[in-house]
């Protein structure tokens, strides 16, 4: 694995670890102080299972998984990508964002990953609709591998099948007005219709209420 890799989980575990003294970390995963430090600045030398541990501590284990498989290479449904807002603000080259948040793009503590915090409907579409974002994100100055993105319709998608389905409250922050001109509603809505069969009656209807709303 290259520097860059390493430099960047090394950038992630220190956002992640917040408020929690590097001693408390180090204790918590039994490494040194010293190791810990190495790993924040994404010192190769570390032993990979000490990232691995120290990810793990800080429930990071999904950026392994996020940033180390990639559609051509790994033809199974991956289990965590770029969903929500964070996939609705990247756009591909010659696309628009549905969402003006990118600058959240650049810190990955603040990302939206599907499997992590929000429900993605990986069980419905499976791998449709998904697509390498490795250099959209490099060019936002986040040094990954390789990282894949639900398109804007699979976010919204997700979003829905989330809060409506799943959690069964409001979705927050976002309108259909404030992404419409963007994302293909008609597509979105087809597959609400589609999957219906698989979906609560309540789940379904919030969904078309809210797309037709």
């Not at 520097?3 to 204790?27: M, N, V």
């Not at 990247?90 to 650049?106: D, F, I, N, T």
């Amino acid at each position: 694995m290259s520097q860059p890799f390493y430099e960047e989980l090394g950038r992630s575990i220190a956002l992640a670890r917040g408020t929690e003294s590097g001693s408390e970390l180090s204790d918590r995963v039994d490494i040194s102080r010293r190791t810990l430090t190495k790993i924040e600045k994404g010192d190769p030398s570390v032993a990979f299972g000490s990232y691995c541990a120290v990810a793990q501590a800080l429930g990071l284990q999904w950026l392994f998984d996020l940033v180390m498989t990639s559609p051509a290479s790994n033809p199974s449904v991956p289990q965590h990508y770029l969903t929500g807002a964070s996939a609705l603000s990247l756009a591909k080259e010659g696309e628009m964002p549905a969402l003006w948040y990118s600058s959240s793009l650049s810190n990955p503590s603040r990302w939206q990953i599907a499997g992590v915090g929000i429900n993605g409907a990986s069980h419905l579409l499976g791998a449709h609709e998904l697509w390498d974002a490795t250099e959209e994100i490099k060019s936002l100055g986040v040094n990954v591998a390789r990282i894949w993105s639900a398109t804007h319709e699979r976010a919204l998608f997700d979003l829905m099948y989330h809060f409506f389905e799943v959690r069964q409250k409001p979705m927050p922050n976002i309108q259909v007005s404030d992404i419409d001109d963007v994302v293909n509603m008609g597509k979105v809505q087809q597959w609400v219709k589609d999957f219906r069969p698989f979906l609560s009656s309540k789940g379904a209807s919030t969904m078309l209420k809210w797309i037709n709303h």
